[in-house]
Each structure stands twice: as structure tokens, then as C-alpha cells.
């Protein structure tokens, strides 16, 4: 088939989520062009704003084991098996993620993009276009304006258009022009500056390596993942108000030294300080919208559909796992890899693809996000509380007992590929019980010093009598 | 003082709320500069895709009267006293607004926009720009830049900018680019089209003129309003699938024969088919978000700041009653008109007046919003229905009784200045109220019948025994 025959796509945005559909794409055979507004982060290094690393879980794993590119970062990624809780006192506690001894990874966000985008040029029908910042689009005539590097602009032609260009997402505000899109946006009071624990003098990690680190203080947190190099990368969520509180050195190091003591001396103060004074403070928002596509012309994908807030881990995981989703509904609508339908796919077929990508995702997505605005209270809160962590034990041994049957909301979230709204569900269902059985459990309980208090009392009215008698 | 050193206000959008609004402004003596995209609708007629007629009430008449601008509208105004229901059957039943003969009014748009642009030009303190779109704000250096007619760009300053520029606002945008805004935009699964219903032969109107018409279909409906030259409008509005399921004349024909028959000799076939077909399908969205300024910079209000379905006939209303409430705000902050603060208010006066105003109006409108989106399955459904007419009338005859105490949800909104969110609170409190008694009346009901069957069955007790014995 002549180059020009093929069917091709334009994906906007180059990250994880972008250059993995590529990926997937080159392996259907089709003509793949990525475009990014940013630098090739191969050749100099980029200063994205954003963090430096990710945990990565099943789903994750799973799109990149599908898409066969998981080898090289399954071999530089850390293993944590829990949380591992500082308290006030120093005191540290171990809270396992999974009852089986599942893991979450810590990976670095630019070695994993950069391994990447060299799977997806590995492929001959795939080019990389970078420095190109999408401009407007024309979806009715496919076609789509970049500007580049020197500000000129350039207008390319694609059967089909994947936006996968990040929660400012230029796609989704030119689909929104479109389109009629449900749309929501809602930040939260709350806000996030990164930091840094570096190695020992004698080069060796701070703390321990196989744990993400939290220091939970109620009403905001700090975490730390380990990378490679024996640092840790710390983030510090709290109110707005209070980073706006902290004006001065002064300030900072009162604050650390009365919330966050034991990390002064693995961070050193003056490293502390320069960190907290230069990063940008980000914001966090959630973003959802409905539907994902217009007709056989464009779908959006990753955070440009659905951003959320951090605390679950599940950000990239979700972008990632959107990839296999769409896959497969390329593979329902068009035939395998080796159909040739897949391959000069039709206008309807496609539009049918991407209507039951979108139809079938937001739902999930969208459970999503609001796992991950919960999650913050867990992880700032919750963690030090006597009933989350007695149920956690109870989920756990039955888990242990039932495995399919009861499963903790965490394990169907980060080990698992249960879809988001039905692990949802489940937890839901499984709270319910829960707080029948304890209702139950209060009731007997009750019901049993009330047959005690009775038993007491009958056991006395005769001794009354006695006394009356007397 | 010298006309550069007044307070200067920049007044995005010339509809009926930025007119207003510069009214408002110019009381106060400041420099008034209004700035609308379209022409001059007062030189020539303004084909702005928006409905023909509006339903004026209570908040909105105020508004105007305290600005001093409510004669001319008042005296060029249908009062409508209630609903009138079109059965399928042809049957008419009227449904009063008011328990105390209370009415809504029929406006023509254009008259009274008109009308407010003359009201405002006619402050020597206030200029008109017309064919000036806003580009971009730079809302720090208190600068915005417009596009004018010719294509060529003006930037203006002014110490305050109030973007009054409607559902897709650009004001918005630029405020949401600046600034930490929460947004949603929902689109209902319904359109609208306009359709029209002329005088009669002997040029009088063909329906009664002190209503507004409704042809309530469960899931889709009819309305028309009268309008001062014997004509009414009329908007169809329905599913999405149901404008393109009529593809042609004869099907729009066989619709109307099916579910509106009576309307269609009023309109003429011909002219249904000539408006169905030529006038544009409108979509139907709700806009909320938050806050609504920036700094002592800008405020959004009416539809740039809270757009809703048209069905409870509130959003000019709520639009215009911003300006009340915001100009109660610069009151509160500034000092009365006569107050020199007032003329030369200081940043932070300003800021706390426009952050007030924010915190204030933000839950009254998102109330309006979702009861606009309530009042389609009222007005579509509800109003056929038994339960429904029994609550309004049992409502009604209380309200007569306890004319404060209990107030139906449509005379709160319609008929009074309660905040719209206390309204919604006291209607969900008076739902709750009727939801009980009406259980205890079935409760009631139950146990009189149980002693009924139970003395039933007790005064045969003796008999079966006779029966037994014998």
C-alpha cells in the first residue's frame, strides 16, 4: 500500500499518554504523526513543571505490556509495598498496600517518556514532530493548524485526530468550539510544592526505599517517592492560605520544625529553603467532560479528558489505560491488527469506535477523579484513624478468605483492572455491609447488657420483696 | 472634578443587563464606557438569534425601577396571569401564576434594550462604543483591548471592568485564564426553535392574550407569549432526535397533526413550515462558576456568569437583579451616590465590594440555575398531573391563609425579591412539611380501615362461636 493510501492519525501531545498511542497506532499499521508543543526531551532537558515521578500500577503496567514496551521500565522503577506513616513524634508505621504484598512503582516521568517516544520512532510509519503547538482545527475537512518554532504555522491533513495534549488541552478547546461537550472544572483550595531529599553523605537513601513516605498532619500532607539515585522527591500539599502564610526562611523553618520535625534533617535546611522559595506552588483541579469524540473525527484521551487531582497515583495509570480501552474498541469496530478493515478503516466504523470509547470510558474516568479527591482525606487523615485501619484489617482477612468476593477499594483500584465506576460500586456495596455489620455487632452488644441490666434487675426483685417483708 | 480623574468603569456587552448596569454606574457619577461586539440595534435591526420576547417579573421590575428606567416598559407590557394548558384534545384549562392575581409580562427584547441604551446615553458620564469586540484583558494594568469594525485594535483602560457579554462571554475566559475559577457548562439534551403565530384576519390575537400558552407533551412541550402587535411567539422545544427525525415538510406537518393540532390553524401551515425550516435550532446549556471577580479588577454578571435553560423565565430577571445586588455592594463598601468614597472609591473598598458580591450572589444563582433546569419537567409534565395540581392548590389556599409563612415556590421566584437560594431552601422544607402530612394522612386513612376490619372481625368472634357450638 502506497504511504499516502494509508489511514492515517495525528496525535496532539507527546507525553506518556500521547507517545504510547502511537504506539498502539504504528502496531494497526497506520500513518502516525505525533505533534508536541514542547522540545524533544531526548536531546535537552525540559523543565516541564511537573512532577519528576509517578507511582505506576497494574493498569499501567498493562498498557505498556500490551503495547510491549514495558521491559525497559519495569527494570528501572521502584517497588513500594506501603505507606509508611510519620508521625508527629517521629514515630514511623508500615501500612502494606496490598494484603498479597502487591506493589506500587516509583518511576521517573522523563525516563519513561523518553523511552517512550523512542518505542513509538521505532516504528518506520511513525514521525515525531516537536516545537509544534496546535493552533485551530478543522475537524470537518481533518484537518488541523500548528505554529511552529519560528512562528510559522503549518496545516496537515489526518483521517483521524487523537488529543492527547494534557489538561490545557488545546484539542478539547477546539472540540468544545465544535461540539456541544459537557464540561466541568474545579480546583481546589489547595495547592503543592516539590522538594527534595538528597542521598546520605554515604550515598544511600535517607529512608527507607520500599515505601511511599507520608506525613499526614489533618488538614494537609507531605509525601516523598524514592528515585533511583538514592533521592527522594517530596511534595508538600496544603491550603493556599497557609503557603501564603510562610513569607519568610523564618517561617518555613518554624513551620517544618513544628509539622514536619524528623524531615529537616534528611532534607538539610538550607536545600529546604532554596527548594520551597523556587518551585512554582501548582495548583490542583479536576477536570471532566462528556462526550470524548465528534464523529469519526477526533477523540480526546489522558489528562486532556479527564485531569484529577493527584492523590491516587492514578493520573498517568488512567491516560495509559485509556489506550488499551480504545484499542480494543479499534479491534471491535475494525478487526485485529491484521484485518484489513483496521487498516483503511471506514468513516462509520470508526465514529462507532470512538462513540463506544467514549460512552464506555467517561463513566469509569469520571469514577475516577472522585476516588481521587476522597483519597486526599484518606491519605492526609484517615491513616491515623483507629476505624479506617480497623477496617482495613478486617477487609484484609477477607480478602484473604474470599479473594474475589471482598476485595479493599485500594486493591481494585491499583492491582486490578476492575473498571473505576464498578470498583466504585463494589466499595460502596461493601461499606454498606460494613456499617451493617457493625450496626448489627452495636445492637447485639446493646442487646446484650440490656439481658444483663434484666437479669440484674429480676435477680433483685425477690431481695426487694424480702426487704418489704422486712 | 476633571472628567480623566473620575472613577471609569469599562462595561463589556450593551444587552439588557450591561445597559443596566450602566445606568447603575452612572448614578454613581463614574465614567461609563460600554462596549458591544454587535451594531447599534436602535440604527438597525439586530438579527441576534435570541428570542423575540421575554417573561418580565418582579426581580426584573425592580431592577428597573430603582434605576429609574421602568416607565416606557411598563406601560409597553402583556401581563400574563397564568399558564394556559393545551390538551391534545383541544380542551384549555388556565392555571393562575398568583394566588392574588399576581403576573408575569410579556417584553419585547429589543424595545427595552433600546430603551436602557437610550436611559444610559442620556448621562452625560456614559459613551456607547458599538462594534467593539473584547479581545484580551490585561486586568492587572487595568487594560482591555478591543477589535473594532474595520478589523484595527483599541486598548482602553478603566479602574474597574464589568463583563456583562452574555453566555459565551469573552470576559469569562479571559477572567478564567487570570484566575482559579471553578466552571461547569451542561448541555441539556433538548433545542428550541422559534415559530410564530400572526393576528387574525381581523387583526386580533388568535389566542387569549393574558396567558402564556403551553402545550405541556411529557417529554417535550409548546409555549407562546403575546407580543403588543396582536402576534405571538412561539418556541417548540424537544429532543435533539425529535428536530431530526422532521426532514421534510410532510413530516413536520404529520408532527404538528399529531401532537399540536389545535396550534396549527392559528400559525398557517405554510408559515410553520417557512419559520420551522429557516429559523436556527438553539441548543440549551447551564453555565455556573466562581467566584465572579478578580481582585478590585472585574465582575461578571447575568448570563456571562450564570446561564440557564429558559424555563422558569428568570434569567433576564436574575440578570438584572445583579445589578441591584451588586450595586447594594458599592453601597455597602463606597458609601451611598452621594458619598465622595463613592466617587473616588479606593482598591480595597472595591475589591471587598465585588468579593462580597461574589460570595453573596454565587448560591442565589446556582439556585436559579437548578430550578430553571427543575421548572422543564413542571412545565413539560408536572402541570397534567393530579398530585401536582393538588399541592398548588392546597399551596395556595395556605399561602391565603399564612401569606408569609408558606409562599409557593413559583410566587417566591416570580413574585418576591427572596434570595433565590432561600427559596429553594423553604420550598425543599414546605416539600418536606407536605410529604409528611400526606403520610400521616395515609397512615390516618390505614388505621381507620384496620379498626374497621379488626371491629369487623371481633363482632363476628361470637358468631363463629355460635357456629362452632351448634
Known sequence: MAESDKFSVAI????????????????????????????????????SGRSINLALSVRG?????????????????????GRLIHSMDGKLSSQPYGIFGECINSVDRMMMNKHLLDSAEAYPNV???????????????????FTKKDGSSVTV????????????????????????????????????????????????????????HIWPRQTFMMIALPNLDKSFTVT???????????????????FFRDTFPDSIPFMGEQLLVANYFKNIKGSL???????????????IIGDAAHAMVPFYGQG????????????????KHLGDLSSPASLGPSGPAVAAAL????????????AMCDLAMYNYVEMRSSVTKPEYLFRKKVEGWLHKIFPKTIIPLYTMVSFSRIPYAEALRRWNRQTAWFDGARTIGQLLAGASISVAVLALIVGRIPKIEIMLKK
Chains 1, 2 share one sequence.
Open 61 to 81: 503496567i498493562s498498557a505498556l505490556k500490551k503495547a510491549g514496551v514495558d521491559e525497559k521500565i519495569l527494570s528501572n522503577m521502584i517497588p513500594m509495598k
Open 127 to 145: 514521525k515525531l514532530h516537536f516545537h509544534h503547538e496546535l493552533n485551530q482545527c478543522d475537524f470537518d475537512n481533518q484537518k488541523a493548524t
Open 12 to 47: 496532539v501531545g507527546g507525553g506518556l499518554v500521547g507517545s504510547l498511542a502511537a504506539v498502539y497506532c504504528a502496531k494497526r499499521g497506520w500513518k502516525v504523526d505525533v505533534y508536541e508543543a514542547r522540545r524533544d526531551p531526548r536531546l535537552e532537558s525540559v523543565d
Open 355 to 366: 462513540e463506544e470509547y467514549s460512552e464506555n470510558r467517561n463513566p469509569d474516568a469520571e
Open 316 to 331: 498517568m495509570n488512567c491516560g495509559m489505560e485509556d489506550c488499551i480501552v480504545l484499542d480494543d474498541m479499534f479491534t
Open 157 to 212: 491533513k489526518a483521517d483521524i485526530m487523537i488529543g492527547a495534549d494534557g489538561v490545557y488541552s488545546r484539542t478539547r478547546q477546539q472540540l468544545m468550539r465544535k461540539s456541544r461537550i459537557n464540561f466541568s472544572q474545579q480546583y481546589i483550595d489547595h495547592a503543592w510544592v516539590e522538594l527534595a531529599i538528597p542521598p546520605t553523605a554515604e550515598g544511600e537513601y535517607a529512608m527507607d526505599a520500599h515505601h511511599l
Open 236 to 254: 508538600l500539599f496544603m491550603p493556599w492560605s497557609k503557603f501564603d502564610a510562610i513569607k519568610t526562611e523564618q517561617d518555613l523553618l518554624t
Open 285 to 299: 483541579a479536576q477536570i471532566k467532560c462528556r462526550p470524548y469524540h465528534y464523529q469519526d473525527k477526533v477523540v
